[in-house]
């Protein structure tokens, strides 16, 4: 049983370890090496403590065996140096453990005061880097509306930005669903369409087409090829008059009728078709024009109107119409996305050299850029500064504080073994001048 104790210690030791090497905050392999770092000053810092028990050994014991005054002189210095290494030592310890395991108070800072440690490097954090005046004064330092606009205004940068933004078009669409984007295109065309009254805009439209004869090239169109039917279909018309006459007619009559009728159409849209002022063309004039002013004013009309739209609307074969017209606009998108040579990557790229180079040169448009940004990155600081700097009180209280205490150890550890050196070597100096004081002043 007994024998199974060392066993089971090393294995909760191996799994604390584990523990401390995983996770966030884990020991990194520069950790690590910082903390072979740490090791090894702590070696120098210790060797220079017994360095300085070894002189004042030394000295005592020549100083006993008659070697002379300067004995007193070097065991002074050597025993105010292993004083201050003493006293660097445990400020340097007391602040990861407590030294040699003894509960005094105020040691094991870290540890213990991990939380609120954490807490208050988040407060100062917050105080002194996330504040509007801080983070304005620096974005205006920088200059970011100068420095874009010449970094896109360079013919590389561009079509960089422009495949990232292709990309990031592609990854959209990609994303969204045609089914629901087509539901919210048809639900939103249809609302909108039902919200709004046609038929005064059409009454406008239609007003102002007349006005500047904008229809009369469908009139000559429609005239055009309505005798290009008759000269076709000649026999059709006069067959179709001949059987609308009455059986007790003679056939011979009822040719010549259709004969008559068919030179008398042709004859009218002839003329029509060549006579700009011909009075069928004024009374269709006319007629648009009343048309469109009983599409502005006449409550009849308008409500007719309204009805037929909403019939339109109502259609399957409309709804599918309006729904597809998505499926439509995400291949020719998706497809010029993808062509570097297309029109609309050709011209998004334009846009941003263009854009780059007014930035470049154009303090006015720099400024505004400026403010906009300092404006965005002020709204994030004073809007979620408490959110960030919780970030990082929350991510230390949850660290296992002896790993805390480890892996700071690890950052700064070097640097405190210093300040050992350091207390043993001016240690020993003040040992020197105040013993070297006291004889001449005692002489």
């Excluded at 990861?96 to 991990?114: D, E, Q, V």
């Excluded at 405190?416 to 020197?432: M, P, S, W």
Aim: aromatic fraction near 6%; include cysteine.
């Amino acid at each position: 049983m007994d024998q199974s104790k060392p066993g089971g210690t090393a294995t909760a030791e191996r799994g604390r370890v584990k523990a401390l090497t995983r996770g966030p905050g884990a020991f990194t392999a520069a950790d690590e090496e910082r903390q072979r770092g740490v090791r090894r000053m702590k070696l120098i810092a210790t060797g220079a403590l017994a360095v300085m028990a070894a002189v004042f050994a030394l000295a005592t014991w020549a100083g006993e065996s008659g070697a002379g005054p300067w004995t007193e002189y070097v065991a002074a210095a050597a025993e105010a140096g292993m004083v201050g290494a003493l006293a660097d030592w445990f400020a340097v310890t007391a602040l990861f453990k407590r030294p040699m395991g003894l509960p005094i108070p105020h040691t094991a800072i870290i540890p213990t005061k991990k939380d609120q440690l954490g807490q208050s490097l988040g407060d100062f954090v917050g105080e002194n880097f996330l504040s509007e005046e801080v983070v304005r004064a620096r974005l205006r330092s920088v200059g970011i509306g100068s420095r874009l606009g010449r970094w896109l205004a360079e013919p590389e940068h561009a079509d960089r930005v422009t495949a990232e933004l292709a990309t990031a078009l592609r990854g959209a669409l990609t994303v969204l669903r045609d089914d629901d984007v087509q539901a919210v295109v048809g639900e939103a065309v249809t609302r909108r369409a039902e919200a709004t009254e046609i038929a005064p805009g059409l009454g406008r439209t239609l007003e102002k087409v007349v006005a500047d004869g904008g229809h009369r090239r469908l009139v000559d169109l429609v005239c055009v090829r309505a005798r290009d039917w008759l000269e076709i279909h000649s026999d059709s018309v006069m067959e179709a008059v001949s059987g609308g006459a009455p059986g007790w007619t003679p056939r011979f009559v009822d040719r010549r009728v259709g004969e008559r009728v068919y030179k008398e159409l042709l004859r009218f849209v002839t003329e029509m078709r060549d006579m700009p002022e011909h009075p069928a063309r004024g009374a269709v004039d006319r007629f648009l024009t009343d048309f469109a002013t009983d599409l502005r004013t006449d409550e009849g009309t308008r409500e007719r109107v309204e009805r037929l739209k909403r019939e339109v609307l109502g259609r399957g074969e409309v709804q599918e119409l309006i729904a597809s017209a998505w499926s439509s606009v995400r291949a020719m998108i998706v497809a010029a996305a993808e062509d570097e040579r297309s029109e609309l990557r050709l011209r998004a790229r334009t846009s941003l050299l263009s854009l780059g180079g007014r930035m470049s040169r154009d303090a006015r448009l720099q400024g505004k850029v400026d403010s906009w940004l300092e404006g965005a990155a002020a709204h994030v600081v004073t809007t979620y500064r408490d959110e960030i700097t919780s970030l990082i009180s929350e991510t230390i209280a949850g660290w296992d504080a002896e790993h805390t205490s480890r892996k700071i150890e690890a950052h700064i550890g070097r640097d405190l073994q210093f300040i050992r050196i350091n207390g043993t070597v001016v240690g020993a100096l003040a040992g020197l001048a105040i013993h070297a004081v006291a004889q001449a002043a005692g002489a």
